[in-house]
């Protein structure tokens, strides 16, 4: 009788995560019903046991997973791994060893929405549950929570061909011709509108290694609004990884096995809150990613105090010793409604020269050396697809340093 019951919660469980997809399609289906498996093992695979859940005010549920069966343990390179609870090594300048103790962590600028209803306890970490209609709105379980394949600048590169195949577009500022071990910087968040299901708007940094072929390896970080990947119009904390291009391996967050969480305070994906108003209070993150030169492993650090995991070397290929290039920048998805550029905004959805308080920006940009400090960038330069819609300036001054503003409308007179 209990195995009984057992079968007919599952089934009862199924029907209602798929009720809305199941109607219009008949059950029967063989395609359908294979589909709707696969969505269903894909969802038992990726969201694991819960030690406890919090309810998040904007409808996230948030699993408090013991930090010893988070995603990234799936990873078969992993099975035997120790945890890496800390860095070895810190960029010089920037590490304070009272910021790692929980009694004197720094506050950072925005916090996230799910704080309000409780925290994940010690030895835990806090992963966004995927719900089925998360996965069905990907075009396929395999592609969920992956990108396109052409969805990186490519500053050279100046093909009109490519720009409109690609369907991304981008506002960056950008170094190269050195060898990088890390990348921070400090990004206004705004929450800019999307005017397709399917399009997303974000701001984030991109460490990058290999070619612009089929072997780019590529860590990023930063926000972003995804309606297509979250279900609403959030602005949320995200991270991305991949090693051939984003063809086979990588996805966002903790989405696949790979990225190795430690933190317990600071979920990926999760809304952050509150963001800069135009003409407004600004609000800003930062986010820092280096190479620890012991291990080797790349981490990510969230405001001053939260160190939130690492991407362990083995993934990569060119990344195991280096980055080639640094991005900071905006990205936008032109799905190109109607025949006409998309409305969705970049950064807060102004050019990038009405400045402070009404136009998008990152300030206190810094690339890590090979002897591990966190310097100002040599040089850098600046890229855009298509400036009539998107556009972006640098400078350098005393409290800012090196930093830009960007972003834009898209459509409007003269970018049709």
């Not at 399609?25 to 894909?42: K, T, Y």
């Not at 990726?46 to 309810?55: F, L, R």
């Not at 709105?137 to 395999?142: D, G, L, M, Q």
């Not at 790979?258 to 209070?281: E, H, L, R, T």
Request: hydrophobic share 35%.
């Amino acid at each position: 009788m209990r195995a009984h019951a057992s079968v007919c919660r599952e089934v009862v469980i199924v029907f209602i995560c798929f009720g809305i997809w199941f109607a219009g399609a008949p059950i029967s289906a063989g395609g359908d019903l294979r589909q709707r498996m696969a969505v269903r093992r894909h969802l038992r695979r990726i969201n694991k046991p819960a030690v406890k859940s919090i309810q998040s005010p904007d409808g996230d549920i948030i699993d408090c997973v013991h930090i010893a069966r988070q995603p990234a343990f799936d990873h078969p390179y992993l099975k035997n791994h120790t945890i890496q609870l800390r860095p070895a090594f810190h960029p010089e300048g920037h590490y304070d060893q009272s910021k790692m103790s929980s009694e004197k962590k720094t506050p950072f600028t925005v916090g996230q929405l799910w704080h309000e209803k409780g925290r994940c306890p010690v030895d835990t970490i806090p992963i966004r549950r995927t719900r089925g209609e998360d996965i069905l709105r990907a075009s396929s379980v395999k592609r969920y929570g992956r990108k396109k394949h052409i969805s990186i600048p490519r500053p050279m590169f100046s093909n009109p061909d490519f720009i409109n195949e690609s369907g991304h577009q981008h506002a960056i500022v950008y170094t190269e011709g050195d060898k990088y071990y890390g990348a921070k910087a400090t990004i206004n968040v705004w929450e800019p509108n999307i005017q397709q299901p399917n399009e997303f708007s974000l701001s984030q940094l991109w460490i990058l290694g290999g070619s612009f072929g089929q072997d780019l390896n590529s860590i990023e970080a930063g926000w972003q609004v995804s309606p297509d990947l979250y279900g609403d119009n959030n602005t949320r904390l995200f991270t991305y990884w991949t090693s051939d291009s984003y063809q086979a391996t990588g996805c966002y967050n903790l989405l696949c096995s790979g990225f190795i969480q430690v933190s317990s305070d600071v979920a990926m994906g999760a809304s952050i809150s509150p963001v800069s108003q135009y003409g407004g209070s600004q609000y800003h993150i930062s986010i820092l990613i280096w190479k620890d030169p012991k291990a080797g492993n790349w981490w990510m650090q969230f405001g001053d105090g939260y160190v939130m995991g690492y991407w362990p070397s083995f993934l990569f290929s060119y990344l195991s010793e280096s980055a080639s290039m640094v991005e900071w920048g905006g990205e936008v998805v032109n799905s190109e409604p109607n025949g006409q550029h998309t409305s969705t905004h970049m950064g807060s959805g102004h050019f990038a020269g009405e400045g402070f308080g009404k136009a998008s920006y990152f300030k206190k940009l810094h690339v890590v050396d090979e002897s591990n400090n966190l310097v100002s960038p040599k040089w850098l330069s600046a890229f855009t697809d298509q400036p009539n819609c998107y556009d972006v300036r640098y400078d350098n001054n005393g409290d800012w340093g090196s930093f830009f503003y960007f972003g834009g409308p898209g459509r409007n007179p003269n970018c049709q």
